[in-house]
């Protein structure tokens, strides 16, 4: 199984340009989770979806929307790019709720210039 | 909100050295995991850990939820243990989603 799969690897973009980060999961995983890491810094949560249907904010939301298109894919927007998005972005599932754990995708390393 | 706060943020090991990297966190947890971000950046899930203790080859952890803190153990540290070690917490039943600490940045030198 491929688990998580995120798409692209690497990306540069102009400020003021958009793109979608793309995340596909095929374990049957309920909630999936976009977070995005700065450099010395931990992962904070931008969108998560607890489950198809449903989305909702994390702590860095500003500048993004996501897409929750099936049980699979779970997708991440930035509509006008700016340099403070540059950033490693990472998407990650779990079962659900809080007894299971995660599981992350390689990761998306965007740079705005 | 929720802090989560990771003690030492660097360390430097001799390989074959033991080492206990520690997670506090401010308030009432329903889960908490381990993870390790090798080199390549690649996040890999060491343990889902909410209470109690587990083991996995040369790796265990320890979370005492009541005092509200997780100790992960490396023993016989090897080069390819270094990385970035996280802790993460969630105190949300319903959403499983995760707020991390800082890290703890590992070197293992041969």
């Known amino acids: 199984n491929a688990g998580v799969t995120q798409t692209p690897k690497f990306q540069v973009l102009k400020t003021g340009q958009s793109m979608t980060l793309q995340c596909a999961q095929d374990m049957n995983h309920n909630s999936m989770y976009w977070y995005r890491q700065d450099p010395g810094m931990g992962l904070r949560l931008i969108y998560y979806?607890?489950?198809?249907?449903?989305?909702d904010k994390g702590e860095v939301p500003n500048g993004y929307n996501v897409s929750r298109l099936n049980k699979r894919e779970f997708s991440l927007r930035l509509e006008s790019a700016a340099p403070s998005q540059t950033s490693v972005y990472f998407c990650?599932?779990?079962?659900?709720?809080?007894?299971?754990?995660?599981?992350f995708g390689s990761g998306t390393r965007l740079t705005v210039v | 909100g929720i802090q989560v706060e990771q003690s030492p943020p660097d360390l430097i090991l001799q390989e074959g050295a033991n080492s206990t990297l520690r997670c506090n966190f401010s308030d009432s947890v329903n889960n908490l995991q381990w993870f390790h971000q090798n080199p390549w950046g690649q996040l890999i899930n060491l343990f889902y850990i909410p209470s109690g203790t587990k083991q996995n080859g040369r790796l265990s952890a320890t979370t005492v939820a009541t005092e509200r803190y997780s100790l992960l153990y490396i023993s016989s540290s090897q080069t390819t243990d270094s990385g970035v070690y996280f802790c993460?917490?969630?105190?949300?039943?319903?959403?499983?989603?995760?707020?991390f600490g800082q890290g703890t940045t590992l070197q293992v030198k041969p």
């Open positions: 993460a917490v969630s105190f949300s039943s319903n959403t499983g989603k995760l707020i």
């Open positions: 990650a599932s779990s079962v659900g709720g809080s007894n299971y754990g995660y599981t």
């Open positions: 979806s607890a489950s198809e249907g449903t989305t």
